[in-house]
C-alpha cells in the first residue's frame, strides 16, 4: 500500500464512451502525476498539478483532460479515444523536501479501447 | 536531466547479492541519482535515492562513485519476488522523473 489508490483497476470502453479515472492521495502531498505505460514501452509523463495548478503538459492530446479538484485528488477525463490509447494509466503524488522529489504510484487502471 | 545507461537484462541466483549497475556520467551536481522498480503490471515502487554518499534502507544499498558518474543499487539477499524492471533515474527537483527502459532482473531459484 503506496498511499496512493486509483480506481479503477481496469476499464474497458469503446471509442465513443465517455470516462474518468480516478486517482486520491493519502500521503499529504502537494504534487501529482499522470503518466502513461503502453506495452512494451518506457512511462510517459502526461501531465503534473503542483498545489492544484497544471505545470506540465506534455503535448498530451485533447481527448484526454486532466482535472485536480484539490492537492489530494486527480482525475483523468477520457472521450473519443482510439485503440492506440489502450495502456496502463499512472498516478503518482510527490512532496518537494530538501531538494529531493521522491514519487509515490498507484497500483494503476488498465484501460483496453475496443 | 541527465541521460542513464542500465544494461537491459541481468539474472541472479535467489539468496545471492544483486548488483545493479547505472551509468550517468552526464550528472550535474545538483541531481540526485533515484531507483524504482516495477513488477509485472503494477505502479513504479520507490526504492532509494542518494546524491554522493553510499545510502542503505531496508531494501537495499546505493553505492556513489566518487566522481558520481555510476552509481549500484545492491538487493544484499536476492529473493523471487525481486524479479521485476528496475530504473535508474537521475533527476533535479523539476518534478520530472524520466523513465528509460530499466533493467529486467530475473532472480531464478
Known amino acids: 500500500e503506496t498511499g496512493v489508490t486509483q480506481t479503477p483497476r481496469h476499464l474497458v470502453m469503446g471509442m465513443t464512451n465517455k470516462k474518468s479515472l480516478k486517482c486520491e492521495q493519502h500521503l499529504g502531498h502537494n504534487a501529482m502525476y499522470w503518466y502513461k505505460q503502453s506495452a512494451k514501452k518506457p512511462l510517459e509523463l502526461m501531465f503534473v498539478y503542483n498545489f492544484k495548478e497544471q505545470t506540465e503538459n506534455n503535448s498530451v492530446p485533447s481527448r484526454f483532460s486532466p482535472e485536480c479538484p484539490n492537492s489530494s485528488h486527480l482525475f483523468l477525463h477520457l472521450h473519443t479515444l482510439q485503440p492506440e490509447d489502450s495502456a496502463l494509466y499512472l498516478c503518482?503524488?510527490?512532496?518537494?523536501?530538501?531538494?529531493?522529489?521522491?514519487?509515490?504510484f498507484g497500483a494503476g487502471t488498465r484501460l483496453s479501447v475496443l | 536531466d541527465a541521460k542513464t545507461t542500465q544494461p537491459t537484462s541481468m539474472d541472479c541466483a535467489e539468496g545471492r547479492a544483486a548488483n545493479l549497475p547505472c551509468n550517468h556520467s552526464?550528472?550535474?551536481?545538483?541531481?540526485?541519482v533515484y531507483w524504482y522498480r516495477q513488477i509485472h503490471s503494477q505502479g513504479p515502487q520507490y526504492i532509494i535515492h542518494g546524491l554522493k554518499n553510499n545510502e542503505t534502507n531496508e531494501m537495499a544499498s546505493l553505492i556513489i562513485t566518487e566522481d558520481r558518474k555510476s552509481s549500484t543499487l545492491i538487493l544484499p539477499h536476492a529473493t523471487l519476488r525481486d524479479t521485476a524492471v528496475y530504473y535508474c533515474?537521475?533527476?533535479?527537483?523539476?518534478?520530472?522523473?524520466?523513465f528509460g527502459a530499466g533493467t529486467t532482473v530475473t532472480v531464478r531459484a
Open positions: 533515474i537521475v533527476s533535479s527537483n523539476d518534478y520530472k522523473l524520466s
Open positions: 552526464t550528472i550535474s551536481g545538483n541531481e540526485y
Open positions: 503518482a503524488s510527490s512532496q518537494e523536501v530538501a531538494g529531493k522529489n521522491i514519487q509515490y
